[in-house]
């Protein structure tokens, strides 16, 4: 299963309860297709950075969810039928594999060295 993230973003003309019952709906989208919500995360209501359809502003909704290869097309699609969607997008997660090799980490043995202090000092006090 590959990892994704979505966002989307709800219009604000649409009311609390429609609202609630959209996100549920994208989850149910995710669920039904073998995916696995792990985070929703309702950032609420905010300005978009540019006018759409002349709306000023928009209810974002963020979502990481795991599932199959297929499953970004068909909730893309589902998100594009939606009237009261305004953006979306779904990005997939890579991990980054590190090209930089671990170096040997040399311990040094700390109870010899402070046994080997200890007789420096007493030799020193003699």
Partial sequence: MNKYELIYIIDTAVEETARKALIEKFNGV???????VVKVDEWGKRRLAYAIDYKT???????AFN??????????RNLGINESVIRSQVVKLVEKKSSVKPRPVRVAPV????????????????
Avoid: M, W
Avoid at 67 to 76: M, N, V, Y
Avoid at 114 to 122: D, G, I, L
């Fill in 30 to 36: 995710i669920a039904a297709n073998g995916g696995e």
């Fill in 57 to 63: 502003e928009g209810y974002y909704v963020y979502v």
């Fill in 67 to 76: 599932g199959s290869s297929e499953l970004p097309k068909e909730l893309s």
């Fill in 111 to 126: 109870v010899e060295e402070t046994a080997a202090v200890v007789e420096t000092a007493e030799k020193t006090e003699e």
